[in-house]
């Protein structure tokens, strides 16, 4: 006897239907986001051993002041690094080329002049270590700079070398040269077509820059923005080397005095982690409301 063809079918829905069920079951496992249960258990464990220890807890209260010194040298740092990656990236992302006339040559010389200096400053910048540029800054930078005013002009700089100031100037420009590369391809990745059209329009460069340009390279780097933001936080605790009271530089004296080094360092690594954290679920809150469904 055979089954018909509509019955072969509907037997076909049934046992696809129920291996679909017997999947669906076991989805979870591999669709739960277990490292954030286990990042959550970490940071249960630590928060109920500085409520309950007197050493953490003691530990925690020392480490205070430097977090608020190192959300104030990563955020300044960022914020003058945004800017300054933001106008290299805008030099760099075409190309000098010649023009006409008196002022159109003037323009090309500028440019041509701008484009080299801030490609030189990038490609060293670049290649430079984060620590290396500190130290320079530090050290050599800062200090020639101040003797030179104070010896041309009378003026008296309100920083030192080693000190928070120096510190934000150096993470400022070794992220600016980053951030440039990040601003240069999100500009070069906007259609020349967009470009043409708003000159059509009568817009000029600025115009165009600013409201067609600018708006959608921005928000297609917003992630490796977000991704450098984070890493400027943890860098910021290289600025320890300077003497700097920051997060890093307390726990380095704190545990050198009393030797509790695994308390210590596992509540800095701890507090570090949670801002990072933090910054991230910032990042991928801003880039979902600037995206475009």
Known sequence: MEL??????EDLEDVS????????RWTFLYTFPWWALALGLIAI??????????????????????????LKVAGL????????GLCIGIIRSSPPRPRFGVLGRILSIIHVVLYNVSSFFVMVMRGL?????????????VPLVRNYLADN???????RGSSMESAIIALSFTYGA???????AGIQSIEKGQIEASRSLGMNYFQTMRYIVLPQAIRRVLPPLGNDFIAMIKDSSLVAILGVRDITQIARVSSGASFRYLETYLTVAVIYLSMTIIGSLLV?????RVTID
């Not at 018909?4 to 079918?9: A, G, I, R, V």
């Not at 270590?129 to 930078?141: D, K, R």
């Open 129 to 141: 270590p984060v620590l290396i540029v500190l130290l320079i800054f530090a050290f050599v930078l």
């Open 284 to 288: 991928r809150f801003v880039e979902r």
């Open 77 to 84: 740092s960022y914020l003058f690094a945004f800017l300054i």
């Open 45 to 70: 464990w630590v928060a109920v051993s500085i409520a309950a220890s007197e050493i953490y807890y003691n530990i925690f209260l020392q480490l205070q002041e430097g977090i608020a010194t190192t």
């Open 4 to 9: 018909s063809p509509q019955k072969n079918s």
């Open 17 to 24: 239907e129920e291996a679909r069920s017997r999947v669906a």
């Open 178 to 184: 980053f951030l440039s590369e990040t601003f240069r």
């Open 153 to 159: 002009f009378g003026i008296q700089l309100l920083f």
